[in-house]
T-cell receptor
């Protein structure tokens, strides 16, 4: 089975801190995604990457950046965390055919 | 634009069937998905249907797709308390790898 691993289950950070959320997948998938999940809003796409060093903005990229230096790892960066970035962050990856998106277990980030 | 809508909540009794509905707006959807999210966990792919299919059955799960009305449903037969979760409908549009998600339907199964 595909495994998508997010490095932290829970994170608490202070306003203004730089935050790194890490995600690793073990199935050699080309495409990786970062979503945030908020109650009543479902999942919203922040950024995705279709290859090493390639990235594209999703629907809500403001306040975020990403890094994909290796195929298996996709990092989400909050340059200066703000309270409105308190959310559940979900990483996902998909094979080239794109039929099935596999998710990590999520990182619940609280920005105080 | 692209939009996927679901009702927010459904409550059923254990042993009954559950039907979770979803509507989408983009007629160029290629695949439609149902994901399940249990408390404190990520999303787990339950099933998916290709847009040229009307129905797909997988054990207790039946997916119905009405492409004309852009309506997708998930039927869970003999619903169990372990089925209590949030269910997300999602569509994949054209050749993009991006999925558009609904806001999720919380299913509560009463004993």
């Amino acid at each position: 089975d595909v495994k998508v691993t997010q490095s932290s289950r829970y994170l608490v950070k202070r306003t203004g801190e730089k935050v790194f959320l890490e995600c690793v997948q073990d199935m050699d998938h080309e495409n990786m995604f970062w979503y945030r999940q908020d109650p009543g809003l479902g999942l919203r796409l922040i950024y995705f990457s279709y290859d090493v060093k390639m990235k594209e903005k999703g629907d809500i990229p403001e306040g975020y950046s990403v890094s994909r230096e290796k195929k298996e790892r996709f990092s989400l960066i909050l340059e200066s965390a703000s309270t409105n970035q308190t959310s559940m962050y979900l990483c996902a990856s998909v094979n080239v055919i794109g039929e099935k998106l596999f998710f990590g277990s999520g990182t619940q980030l609280s920005v105080l | 634009g692209e939009d996927v809508e679901q009702s927010l909540f459904l409550s059923v009794r254990e042993g009954d069937s559950s039907v979770i509905n979803c509507t989408y707006t983009d007629s160029s959807s290629t695949y439609l998905y149902w994901y399940k999210q249990e408390p404190g966990a990520g999303l787990q792919l339950l099933t998916y249907i290709f847009s040229n299919m009307d129905m797909k059955q997988d054990q207790r799960l039946t997916v119905l797709l009405n492409k004309k009305d852009k309506h997708l449903s998930l039927r869970i037969a003999d619903t169990q308390t372990g089925d209590s979760a949030i269910y997300f409908c999602a569509e994949k549009v054209d050749s993009s790898y991006k999925l558009i998600f609904g806001s999720g339907t919380r299913l509560l199964v009463r004993p």
